[in-house]
């Protein structure tokens, strides 16, 4: 069965402090996707990758492809990354399979 | 300039009406999708069109009709509402149908009461 696990499910976490999302899947896939879902409810793909890792500012992904697994940290953490982050994999026909996500709170 | 637009946002409506929403994308892409996003926040892939084709198609009723005037367009028509069709439904835009990073758009909150 494909599907796509992620941990924690809610994160809650004080402003500066490192931050680290886990999310694995269960075949081999091309390429994952990580999306932060605003309060407001909209959705901003952050990373696609396929191996290795990827750096955007504050935000890094890594991969690991053998053990189908990939994280995504956040340094210095701040109140305005409160967000849900989703991982995403496409099995079969690049359909994307979405984990539930992760809710992560950042305190002043 | 919006990447990826929808309309309507908000969308409250009776049980039994039929609805439409509608998506467009001027990024030229060529793949385009629905997403259904439920109360618990989970999202799943409803269908997909590449260059105006059908090629993904979930398990959705049939009450759900996708249709894709263009590659640019890709509207949602329901029919026959029920209160479980409530969510937000968003569409998404991608360059192709491989390992494409994918735009989302702004969501449409539908309401069935």
């Known amino acids: 069965k494909n599907e796509v696990e992620q941990s924690p499910q809610n994160l809650t976490a004080q402003e500066g402090e490192f931050i680290t999302i886990n999310c694995s899947y269960s075949v081999g896939i091309s390429a994952l996707h990580w999306l932060q879902q605003h309060p407001g409810g909209g959705i901003v793909s952050l990373f696609m990758?396929?191996?290795g890792k990827k750096k955007h500012g504050r935000l890094i992904a890594t991969i690991n492809i053998q053990e189908k697994h990939s994280s995504l940290h956040i340094t210095a953490s701040h109140p305005r990354d409160s967000a849900v982050y989703i991982c995403?994999?496409?099995?079969?026909?690049?359909?994307?399979?979405f984990g539930t996500g992760t809710r992560l709170t950042i305190i002043p | 300039d919006t990447a990826v637009s929808q309309t309507p946002k908000y969308l409250v409506t009776q049980m039994g009406n039929d609805k439409s929403i509608k998506c467009e994308q001027n990024?030229?892409?060529?793949?385009m999708y629905w997403y259904k996003q439920d109360s618990k926040k989970f999202l799943k892939i409803m269908f997909s069109?590449?260059?105006?084709?059908?090629?993904i198609n979930e398990t959705v009723p049939n009450r759900f009709s996708p249709k894709s005037p263009d590659k640019a367009h890709l509207n949602l028509h329901i029919n026959s509402l029920e209160l479980g069709d409530s969510a937000v439904y968003f569409c998404?835009?991608?360059?192709?149908?491989?390992?494409?990073?994918?735009?989302f758009g702004p969501g449409t909150r539908l309401t069935v009461t």
């Open positions: 990758l396929s191996s």
């Open positions: 069109y590449n260059n105006k084709e059908l090629i």
């Open positions: 998404a835009s991608s360059p192709g149908t491989g390992a494409f990073e994918q735009y």
């Open positions: 995403a994999a496409p099995f079969g026909n690049e359909k994307l399979t």
């Open positions: 990024l030229g892409h060529d793949t």
